[in-house]
Nanobody
Framework: QVQLVESGGGWVWPGGSLRLSCKASTEIVSVGAMGWYRQTPGKERELVATITSSGDTTYSDSAKGRFTISRDNAKSTVSLQMDSLKPEDTAVYYC??????????????WGQGTQVTVSS
């Protein structure tokens, strides 16, 4: 069983920054896509950002220009740098890994989530 463990969540003032990290229990260099998703009560889980094994990135409209996703394959980690945070960014953030057409994983894996709260 693959484990994805998120860290770095917490409380921050509007306009502040947080850096989330996700560490996998296996190597991720061959994992097709790693990403961050978020969810608030009463809403569906939504994509925030993804990064493929080749380095291609995807961001939600709300994340573009403010968030940056990166992966450190040597450390089996995926990070999300979040700047200019807004109250509407408040959510539980989840790490996700999708093997796509290759890699050591046989299915999608999710982390347990980490709370991000942006308020004054």
């Amino acid at each position: 069983q693959v484990q994805l463990v998120e860290s770095g969540g917490g409380w921050v003032w509007p306009g502040g920054s947080l850096r989330l990290s996700c560490k996998a229990s296996t190597e991720i260099v061959s994992v097709g896509a790693m990403g961050w998703y978020r969810q608030t009560p009463g809403k569906e889980r939504e994509l925030v950002a993804t990064i493929t094994s080749s380095g291609d990135t995807t961001y939600s409209d709300s994340a573009k220009g403010r968030f940056t996703i990166s992966r450190d394959n040597a450390k089996s980690t995926v990070s999300l740098q979040m700047d200019s945070l807004k109250p509407e960014d408040t959510a539980v953030y989840y790490c996700r890994g999708d093997p796509k057409y290759g890699g050591v994983w046989s299915r999608v894996y999710w982390g347990q989530g980490t709370q991000v709260t942006v308020s004054s």
